[in-house]
């Protein structure tokens, strides 16, 4: 079954701890991608990676990092510089390559993060 | 730059009746289109996507959506609407070939017995 996996479901975290998202994707996705969702603000992006070992901020990089050190996997580090950590995480992929069809992105069941 | 507007953050609506979700964008180049579904403590699901021709698409659950350029909407609809339809609808923006996803802020629907 191909698709998109995230986990934990639900994750707390300490005020002033790293904390790691997971996202993997067996979709052969080149693309892939983290949001952020906030209560009546939509989804906001972090970070995107179309190609491994390579990744560009989105509008909202602050206090986050990630690595594409394989193509299946695009971890998300939730660092103690970011202030207001505690939001829903999205991971979404696209691909492979670029078309009309294959732009379109796919979402994984996402994280709840809560900072204590 | 591409920007999206959902007219509505939330739309009550009686089981059986008709629904319509609007959305309306700005870009000043060619785009894709697209509606997601949000269910509570879930991930979006793709409901359906305009990428070219053909103006009237037609998604899952009974959902469709009219593309048009005139007036830069893209609004979903559905004729019945049931209770499982309950759920956070987002409208998104793409430039072609590659460009960042856009979403609107969700209109929240939500059917009555």
């Known amino acids: 079954d191909g698709g998109i996996t995230q986990s934990p479901k639900y994750l707390f975290r300490k005020e002033g701890q790293n904390v790691t998202l997971s996202c993997e994707q067996n979709?052969?996705?080149?693309?892939m991608y983290w949001y952020r969702q906030d209560p009546g603000q939509g989804l906001r992006l972090i970070y995107y990676?179309?190609?491994?070992?390579?990744?560009q901020k989105g509008d909202i990089a602050e206090g986050y990092s990630v690595s594409r050190e394989k193509k299946e996997s695009f971890p998300l580090t939730v660092t103690s510089a970011q202030k207001n950590p505690t939001a829903f995480y999205l991971c979404?992929?696209?691909?492979?390559?670029?078309?009309?069809?294959?732009?379109?992105?796919?979402f994984g069941p996402g994280t709840r993060l809560t900072v204590l | 730059a591409q920007s999206v507007t959902q007219l509505d953050s939330q739309v009550p609506v009686f089981e059986e009746a008709p629904v319509e979700l609007r959305c309306n964008y700005s870009s000043s180049v060619s785009v894709y289109l697209f509606w997601y579904v949000q269910y509570p403590n879930q991930g979006l699901q793709l409901l359906l996507k305009?990428?070219?021709?053909?103006?009237l698409v037609k998604g899952i659950n009974g959902f469709e959506a009219e593309f048009n350029k005139s007036q830069t909407s893209f609004h979903l609809r559905k004729p019945s609407v049931h209770i499982s339809d309950t759920a956070e609808y987002f409208c998104?923006?793409?430039?072609?070939?590659?460009?960042?996803?856009?979403f609107g802020q969700g209109t929240e629907l939500s059917v009555k017995p």
């Open positions: 990676s179309q190609i491994v070992n390579d990744f």
């Open positions: 305009y990428l070219s021709g053909s103006t």
């Open positions: 998104a923006v793409s430039r072609i070939q590659g460009g960042k996803l856009i």
């Open positions: 979404a992929s696209s691909g492979p390559g670029h078309s009309a069809e294959t732009d379109t992105q796919y």
């Open positions: 979709l052969n996705h080149d693309a």
